[in-house]
């Protein structure tokens, strides 16, 4: 033990010692008892009627924007139009007395607000918990192994490789279900430019085409995440079980050196 480490105040030491001891505990907890249980958890959630492809046309939902009539402009003996008032914000007004009001200037949809896909909006909201869960609990395990490193040592390094090999899998899992979060959110603002667009220009049918396309990619993607965050549970118990006693112990006299 290091001058340094036999120098720490002893009540502080304990409370380090505490917190190790606890990450440990919930580390271990979580590869044996959690990760199994998350696996099979969304092995079910994949298997579910409503979340197969073959249900791909049940997520299709109409838009809700109305297709105005084709306005024919006649411009030869026809009647000379009347000229409209233009007022100071530069508006086109029928009367004098129309009424103007300040602020920033909306567009309101004749059959009121363009909705989410609602399906959808369902299997996100059943996903996106699960994907902040595992990089929640893969910090932790992450920390446990860390802890766990012996002091650096020439030779007898076969453990501390498998530890390292772990970390490098732990970072993975989290670095990619992190970028599922990001995935979700471009979904919802490339759908709302789209649906945008379509309300701009309501008699380009190629607008609401790629609705419907991009809401049956993003049922494709959402399996996708799911498959991703299973399989990661699985790999991650698998791997840290077979190498347990390695990783708990990576060198024959494993002394831990930090107090």
Known sequence: MSKMAKNMNKELKKKVETFREAISKEAEDLVVNFFPKKCLELDEFLKSENFQLAKIQDIHKPLNLAIPEHVVVVAENGPESKKRKINEQGDGCADSNTVTTTGSKIFVFPNGPVPCNEKLLG???????????IVEKCNTVRMWVTLLIPKIEDGNNFGVQIQEETLGELRSVESESASFLDQISKYFLTRGQIIAKAAKYPHVDDFRQFVIELDEK?????????????????????????NIEKIKKP???????MY
């Open 251 to 257: 060198r024959n006299s494993n002394i831990d050196n």
């Open 218 to 242: 993003q049922l494709l993607s959402l399996r996708l995440i799911a498959a991703e965050l299973r399989n990661h549970y699985s790999v991650l118990h698998d791997m840290i079980l077979k």
């Open 123 to 133: 299997f996100i909201k059943y996903l996106k918990p699960e994907v902040r869960t």
